[in-house]
Structure formats: C-alpha cells, structure tokens
C-alpha cells in the first residue's frame, strides 16, 4: 500500500531548530496569516489566526529540497521542479489553522502546489495544542517531535488546532510542478 506521507521524526538537531527560529525572528517582520472566504474575498479569522514571513534562508531551501525530494523519489513521485520562498509561522497563545488543504483549485497560474513540506522548530514541552492533524488519513504520531519533518500531498486536508499555551514555530513550503491533469 502506498504511503499518504513521508514523516523524519526529530531530524534537525534541537540546537539548529533553535537557529532556524531566531534567524526567521531577526530577519522576518511578521504579519497576520489571512486566508480569505471564498464568497466576497474579505479576510476570515475564523479559518486562520496565526503570524507568518516568507523567506529566501539557504540553509531553509536545502533541507525543504532534500527532504521535499527525498519523499517525492521514494514515495510520490510527482512531476515537480520548483520551491518558492519558505513560509515561517508563528502559532501564539488561542493560534490555529482550520480544515485546509494547500491547492488552490481554482487558481490561474500554470503551476500547482503538489507536496507540502513541513518542518517543527519547537520543542513540545514549551506549548500546550497546536497539533497537526490529518482529516481523512491517518496523523503521524510522532510529528511534534522537535526537528521533525513531514511531506504529503499538498491536496490532502489538515489542520493546526489551536495553541492554549506557549509559542509554536514551523516551517512550511511546496513543492510545485505543472498543472494537475
């Protein structure tokens, strides 16, 4: 049977976690995380309230490449050949990301997202919540390990719900290719 995804628990070292993190911090001003309602295009805060910044960081870029790559030649094998600016989240106090998935169907463009790459930046004992979680597949259970890495299909539904205490960071990026057909 194939895999739905492709999980690396507790890859990255705790102390380049925490490098990451501030590099992110010191470099990115963050701003409100929208996501507009499909209806009349205004912000809706009931399906995202987190922070976020996007940036070029090398060292981000090689290990969404490696890993994003890694996963598609072993498990997807998806014709993907692009990976834009990483996208670093901050999930505060009452934060999360509703039911979502990372294509936007109805798009223009002549490219697709088609793997989500996500990295945990924080350790697990300085936040309560915050969980990912799959809607229709079964969730990694060891994805809140600090360091760790998980890459799926960027069309299955998942969720971040909400963080009671504490600061969640991660790292999200695409991997995108032409159209789905």
Known sequence: MR??????EGRIPPMICEKLIQ????????RDGTVFSDKDYKPDSSIRKTKLGFTDNSEI???????GFEANR???NFD???IPDAQFGEYSEN???????DINW???SMYDRKLSVVIQLTNPDTYEGGCFEFQHVETP??????????????YLSHRVTKVTEGLRYSLVNWLEGPRWR
Not at 141 to 152: A, E, P
Request: with cysteine; aromatic share 22%; hydrophobic share 35%.
């Open 3 to 8: 895999q739905a995804w492709q999980l690396w």
């Open 23 to 30: 590099d992110c911090k010191e470099e990115l001003t963050l």
């Open 61 to 67: 870029r090689k290990l969404i490449k490696y890993y």
């Open 74 to 76: 072993s498990v997807f």
């Open 80 to 82: 993907v050949d692009y």
């Open 95 to 101: 934060s999360f990301y509703n039911w979502h998935h």
């Open 106 to 108: 109805q798009g223009e």
């Open 141 to 154: 259970l060891n994805f809140k390990t600090q360091g760790s890495i998980l890459v799926f299909p960027s």
